[in-house]
């Protein structure tokens, strides 16, 4: 046992030193913004497909915006005209735009059919705005994103809050996972002007970045993670605005959130394939981004080293209080008591994150307080779940997108 022990601590040593390392010498960076001279002609995209349930919640929402918005600047993407979204969409006077590609059902794809046609209409905007159907914006979402608009920020994304957390606690759970991503990482990426990580929905992207494409090239199976690899790698300003705050649901159903985690998972790594060699051969520290860069070429390369570390000194405690029972060596009592010991620690370290994470939310979050007590004590095993999820996600030949039934929450 000793050897595996060793060997877990070699690994979990590696990664606690490799992600200090990074972490200091990503510090070093100074990718600012440069103003633009830009209008506020702002265009907002939905994909929507048989979103019914959910859209007229985002539409009021936009239409009822302290900075006012032209709903004729709204597009939904449906994938039919018979979709009861049509009949909401006209009621705010938004634009509908049906797709024909429907063998290629990836939300980058729709992204990219809406796009092309808005260009060909040859109309010009300043800034894409991408939202999911089931979002809605707070009422000051739009007045506090332009001040970050006007700083000349290539990309902006905004407070992601929790639509449904109170009514489950995988759906808090879930929502933590954001929290995680924007107020423990991107919050500290905007003081060191590196480039945050997009999540999904809620951001912008400017104008002349979206003609430069001529559509929207970002079709994996994580578009959001693709295009924050290619903001990296082209030295776009990015900036995580926690004042333009836009509320999202999440899963009710476990079940869901292994569905929703493996597409995560396994669309991270196929971005990390394409971006990884060249992230690293872009490196140059005289780079006014190398900070981001870097830390985007080892990516959680460093944080893998310590749950590979950790997953085989538990594995290795399974296999010996095993082992010692069958021999009838009285060590096994040792080694289940070891193997407690372990779980507690496990279990109470993610507790601690948890908590942690719930602290620096403060009343952000919308989440009650039972539903704040109830998440601390779920989201421990919440997270050890993605470790069978990143196996599942890593060995399937074929990860396919599955759509998550919306519109158990509605909040205006």
């Not at 809406?114 to 705005?129: E, G, Q, R, T």
């Not at 372990?342 to 602290?359: A, K, P, R, S, W």
């Not at 993605?386 to 039934?405: G, H, N």
Request: charged residues 20%; proline residues 2%; aromatic residues 16%.
């Amino acid at each position: 046992m000793i050897v595996f022990r060793i060997i877990s601590l070699i690994l979990i040593f590696i990664g606690i030193v490799t992600a200090i390392i990074i972490n200091f010498l990503a510090k070093k960076n100074n990718n600012k913004p440069k103003k633009r001279n830009d209008e506020h002609n702002f265009c907002i995209l939905i994909p929507a497909r048989y979103e019914f349930r959910v859209i007229e919640g985002l539409l009021k929402s936009i239409k009822n915006q302290t900075y006012k918005i032209n709903m004729e600047d709204v597009y939904v993407v449906v994938e039919s005209s018979e979709d009861e979204s049509v009949n909401i969409c006209k009621k705010y006077n938004a634009n509908v735009f049906v797709r024909k590609k429907l063998n290629l059902k990836r939300k980058g794809y729709a992204l990219d059919e809406v796009v092309k046609y808005i260009l060909s209409c040859n109309k010009k905007y300043d800034a894409y705005f991408i939202f999911d159907a089931d979002n809605v914006l707070d009422k000051n979402y739009f007045k506090n994103m332009i001040p970050i608009f006007d700083k000349g920020y290539d990309l902006a994304a905004g407070y992601r809050n929790c639509k449904n957390g109170n009514e489950s606690v995988v759906a808090a759970a879930s929502s933590l996972t954001f929290s995680l991503i924007n107020t423990v990482f991107n919050a500290k990426k905007n003081v060191e002007t590196r480039n945050i990580t997009f999540s999904g929905t809620g951001f912008y992207i400017r104008g002349y970045l979206i003609e430069k494409w001529k559509g929207y090239p970002f079709h994996s199976l994580t578009e959001d993670y693709e295009l924050s690899s290619y903001a990296t790698l082209n030295n776009l300003t990015t900036y995580y605005n926690i004042n333009s705050v836009f509320y999202d649901e999440q899963p009710l159903r476990f079940k869901d959130t292994i569905n929703q985690r493996i597409r995560w998972i396994r669309g991270f790594f196929d971005v990390r394939k394409i971006y990884t060699k060249k992230m690293f051969n872009a490196l140059d520290f005289n780079n006014p981004n190398s900070g981001s860069k870097l830390d985007e070429a080892f990516g959680i390369t460093p944080y893998i080293f310590m749950v590979i570390g950790l997953v085989l000194w538990f594995l290795s405690l399974v296999f010996f209080t095993v082992y010692n029972y069958f021999m009838n060596d009285v060590n096994w009592v040792s080694n289940v008591f070891e193997l407690i010991i372990y779980l507690l620690v496990v279990y109470f370290g993610l507790m601690i994150m948890t908590l942690v994470m719930l602290i620096l939310e403060g009343k952000k979050i919308d989440l009650s307080f039972k539903s704040k007590v109830k998440v601390l004590f779920y989201n421990p095993i919440f997270m050890i779940t993605y470790i069978p999820c990143a196996i599942r996600a890593l060995t399937s030949k074929e990860v396919t997108w599955k759509r998550v039934e919306h519109g158990s929450a509605k909040k205006s």
